[in-house]
Structures are given as C-alpha cells and as structure tokens.
C-alpha cells in the first residue's frame, strides 16, 4: 500500500497556481484505490515566515476551506492540521539530533538567505536567518518520516527538502536500525510552470497571482489584465509565448487545446480570447467559489474536520513516536534491556 502525504504552508490566499500545481493532482491522487493519503496545513511552517497573529490565524482558515471546497474527499484521505500533531514536534528534536548542521548549510533557501546578506556588504551573514528557517527541512522531514509516507507530491523547488528527508532517515535507520520509510518526492511539471500575470511564475512572491475565490468581477479584472503583446485581430499569434493560452491549457482537453492553438493561427483577437479563458475558469470555480464562502462562515465545522483528521493521524504518529523513543534509549527506567 502506498502512502501519499503532502502538506501546504499557511501564508496566504491560495492562486490558482496552488490550484492546478498541488491541490488538483493530491485530490485526484487521494481518490485513487490502494492507496493512505495524509493532507496537511503546514501552520508551524507558517511562524517561519511569518509573524502576523492575525494573518496565521485567517490563512489557517482559508487554506484548509479552500482543500474542502476544491472537493478533497475526508473519507478517503485524512485532512489535519500540523499543529494538531505533537508527534511530529517530537519527532523533530529527535532527527535534529542526528541531523548534522552541514546538511542544512546546504538549503537553499538558508544559502539565499546567506547571499543575500553578504552581496549587501553587511557584516552579518545570518541577518534575518531565524533557527525555524535554518530547521524547515527537518520539520519537513518529521512530518513525513512519522506517517511512513513514501510518496510525496512537490513542486520542483521542494526536491532539495525531499533529498534532505531522505538523507535524515537513513541517518536514523543506521544508528538505530530500520524504523524509517525513504520517502520519495513525486514532481509534476505542472507544478512549478502556471504562469502568472506578468508571463513570470505564478508565486505569491511576485505578486502576479490569479486568487482562487476571488469574485466573478475580480475574476474577470484579472484576466483582463494579463499581460500580450500587440498584435491585432486578425494577426496569427504565437500560443506557446503567450500567458492567456498557459493557462488556458491546464483547464481543458488536449484536443480543445489543440483547437485554441488553430485559433491562434488564424489571428483571435486578445479580447475574445481573455473573455473565452474567463468563462472556462469562472464555469470551473463558481461551485467551489460558493462552497468556499460558506465554509468560512462555519469555521466550527472545519475547525471539527481537522480534528477529526488529526485524531486519525494519530492513530498511527502516536504508537510509531512510542516506538522510536524506545528506539533510541528512552523507555520506562524499570524496562531492562
Ligand atoms: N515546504 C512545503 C512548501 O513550502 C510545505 C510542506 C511542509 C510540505 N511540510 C511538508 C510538503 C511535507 C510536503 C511534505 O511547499
């Protein structure tokens, strides 16, 4: 049996790159036979980047309101939030402990840190380095190794972490002996490549997202907005350069995207095409779009879906922490080896 388990992080409204690179492929995988899938709000990772009460607490709504609305089935697949989850806390100290420190000198997003710092001439190369950013990789990897997951779906920028998971478990497996599955990242390709407004990825970093939920109206200002080129009606046009088209792509058939592309030939007009990739994503999202503002209204009913989730998790994080405190040395004093 397969365990397919990924987490996303709590900071910010979910855009449709979330959408079509993580949600979408783990809530078709989660309905597959045969196989365990663990879905997570990533809320401690949240605290590493961000240090707003108010914006952990509503993201936390948010992101799990937008798993439910999208369809993700809670029978089938177990929905929790981390900070739910002790173990994994657990778990994290006891592989920080056999995590060496020069594994995590190797991160990239520590070594982006580090760089920046000294191209800025400052005499500090850990400025704004906190020790939950140097330690992601190994909350990453708790949250993994403790539900024995061995199939985790991750944007392409994700692999370094998945290495690092791996490289800790075996670590542990040969100090310890074979407690830990090696998980193994799966990465789509869709994952990293929906553009966003501006032609350049779709990431909350560059502020060129497409938000999920937003109303109809926004909907439609921000695909008006979609950056082309001039080229008049009539003038053929070149899909493959062309955002509108991008992700137009991930929302219809091969054959319909192979119908668009003739239609780009023969000279569409930017207009009807924005208004055409407008009324595919709105038809796609009106359902969700109304499911997601109910379920913010009624916090208390995923606030108990949660719970139910975490309580099935740890049906299996509680007993496998138990047997791995045992593991290495700590178990009841009167126990004698
Ligand atoms: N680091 C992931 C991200 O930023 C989120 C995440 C946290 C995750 N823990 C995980 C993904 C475990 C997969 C498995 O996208």
Redesign the pocket.
């Known amino acids: 049996m397969e365990t397919i ?5 709590t900071t910010g409204i979910p855009h449709l790159g979330n959408y079509v690179g ?1 949600i979408l492929p783990a809530i078709e995988a989660s309905r597959c036979k045969d196989v365990r899938s663990f879905y ?1 709000i ?1 809320d401690y ?1 949240a605290l590493v980047k961000c240090h707003n009460p108010a914006v952990i607490h509503r993201s936390r709504l948010e992101v799990a309101a937008t798993w439910l609305a999208l369809g993700l089935d809670v029978e089938k697949s177990i929905f929790y939030a ?1 900070t739910d989850i002790p173990e994994i806390l657990e778990l994290a100290w006891i592989i920080n402990c056999v995590t060496s420190k020069g594994l995590m000198n190797r991160a990239h997003a520590y070594k982006a840190a580090v760089a920046k710092n000294t191209s800025d001439s400052s005499n500090d190369r850990d400025r704004g380095v906190s020790m939950g950013l140097f330690c ?1 990789p190994i ?2 990897a708790a ?2 190794l403790i539900f024995k ?1 061995n199939k ?4 392409s ?2 692999i370094q ?2 290495e690092m ?1 791996r490289d800790i478990a075996a670590r542990f497996n040969y100090l310890y002996g074979e407690h830990f599955v090696i998980p193994e990242a799966i990465v789509d390709q869709k994952m990293s490549i929906l553009v966003g407004l501006d032609g350049r990825k779709m990431s909350k970093s560059y502020d060129n997202t497409i938000p999920l939920f937003a109303s109809e109206k926004m909907l439609k200002k921000s695909i008006m907005s979609i950056k082309t080129n001039s080229l008049p009606p009539g003038a053929p046009k070149d899909s493959n350069a062309c955002t509108l088209f991008q992700i137009y792509q991930n929302f219809v058939s091969a054959e319909e995207a192979y119908l668009m592309q003739r239609r780009y030939i023969t000279g569409i007009s930017w207009g009807e095409m924005k208004q055409t990739l407008f009324e595919i994503l709105n038809n796609r999202l009106i359902e969700p779009r109304q499911r997601y503002q109910e379920l913010l209204k009624n916090p208390g009913y995923i606030e108990t879906v949660l719970k139910n989730g975490a309580a099935q998790a740890r049906e299996y994080s509680i007993p496998f922490l138990r047997e791995l405190r045992r593991a290495v040395g700590i178990r009841p004093l009167s126990d004698i080896v």
């Open positions: 388990l990924t987490g996303i992080t993580a997570f990533a990772h981390q992601y909350l990453m949250d993994i997951a985790i779906p991750v944007g920028d994700q972490h998945l998971a």
